[in-house]
T-cell receptor, first 115, second 107 residues
């Protein structure tokens, strides 16, 4: 399998649930990203990991907790979410957070609905 | 002010038309720009990237940057129904995206 794979594709959760989103890349990249995509809003960068180290956190609420055990895997742990957190969550990877960082390869996303 | 802005559309054109998609940016330090295409229920895919001013052509697609006016454009010649998607512009340095313009090419 090649590219960036995200699971699950769809997730419905209550505000008291705990769930995790998973992302795996098979491109040999060293940087991984979480983005949030809401209707009629720009893609919002949430977290960046470069060589497994978190390098950016764009003021994301603590109810979102990322984890990057290695350069190929990225998780987003969710707990006590709010209905306004419903969105498409996209994972991306790039060669590294350097000159080529802009060439992002995206997964298909997880469509999250918080009830 | 948003760093990259784009008209969300939707933009509807007949098949074969020339499409012009536009973005503006506010940060003069931005030098590299990218266009991504996103089909429904898919993640964005990189379409083209370009540096500084001038044009870059790839098949039916031409990317243009005007640094003096901080304007980025993507032209699609001989548009096809398969071009129907949302097109996002982005700056390379910070990977800041516009809202995306939804394009529909009608057969």
């Amino acid at each position: 399998e090649t590219g960036v794979t995200q699971t699950p594709r769809h997730l419905v959760m209550g505000m008291t649930n705990k769930k995790s989103l998973k992302c795996e890349q098979h491109l040999g990249h060293n940087a991984m990203y979480w983005y949030k995509q809401s209707a009629k809003k720009p893609l919002e960068l949430m977290f960046v990991y470069n060589f497994k180290e978190q390098t950016e956190n764009n003021s994301v609420p603590s109810r979102f907790s990322p984890e990057c055990p290695n350069s190929s895997h990225l998780f987003l742990h969710l707990h006590t979410l709010q209905p306004e957190d419903s969105a498409l969550y996209l994972c991306a990877s790039s060669a590294s957070r350097g000159l080529t960082m802009g060439k992002l390869f995206f997964g298909s996303g997880t469509q999250l609905s918080v009830l | 002010q948003k760093e990259v802005e784009q008209d969300p559309g939707p933009l509807s054109v007949p098949e074969g038309a020339i499409v012009s998609l536009n973005c503006t940016y506010s940060n003069s330090a931005f030098q590299y720009f990218m266009w991504y295409r996103q089909y429904s229920r898919k993640g964005p895919e990189l379409l083209m990237y370009t540096y500084s001013s001038g044009n870059k052509e790839d098949g039916r697609f031409t990317a243009q940057v005007d640094k003096s006016s901080k304007y980025i454009s993507l032209f699609i010649r001989d548009s096809q129904p398969s071009d129907s998607a949302t097109y996002l512009c982005a700056s390379y340095q910070k990977v800041t995206f516009g809202t995306g313009t939804k394009l529909q090419v009608i057969p």
